[in-house]
């Protein structure tokens, strides 16, 4: 009975003071919580952004291709004619199993498929799988279908390799592909 009279004489005073402190915390304002929602944001989660699309396609780089490079680029039209001149013993471009090419990188003598990726300003890469413009991919700096110059992106490989320019060969038995 002791009990039960001193619970009722403690819950006024509780009940007076719980009112009390909601009052004062009545400029703060707390997250509901909402069981479809348990984190509490009610903004719909941002859009994925679309991968973009690379200009180039895969089947546009197939092919025999004369090649060369420079280091400066004042040496690019002599060089594009050394690429051309290169078709005796042409490198090839294939098709890779997965839909990319098959090319070489760096310090690497197998080949291995590479992919084609742009960025979202629309520049084109070719590259191993990932993001685009990474340090093993080069940057597709000119395509017109018959000459591809080709920069690296990390610039140390660059400064080694200098910028790559394919030249497309004539398909072989046509009068410009002999010599």
Known sequence: MIR?????ALTVPVFIASMLSL???????????????????????????????????????VGRWGLASFLKPDDRARTEAAARNQC????????????????????NPQIQELTLKANSTGTNYIGPA????????REVTSFDGR????????S???SRYGTMVYARCAPPGTPSARR
């Open 23 to 61: 009052g004062a915390c009545a400029g703060i304002s707390l997250p509901s919580f909402n069981l479809s929602n348990p984190f509490g944001s009610s903004d719909p989660p941002p859009p994925v952004a679309a991968t973009p699309t690379p200009s180039i396609r895969p089947d546009d780089l």
């Open 156 to 158: 140390e490989v660059a």
């Open 88 to 107: 005796n013993q042409p490198y090839t471009i294939a098709r890779g199993p997965g839909g990319g090419v098959m090319m070489h990188l760096y310090d």
């Open 4 to 8: 039960s009279r001193l619970r009722r």
């Open 130 to 137: 990932g993001e685009p413009g990474g340090l093993n991919d």
């Open 147 to 154: 000459v591809m110059i080709l920069r690296w992106v990390d």
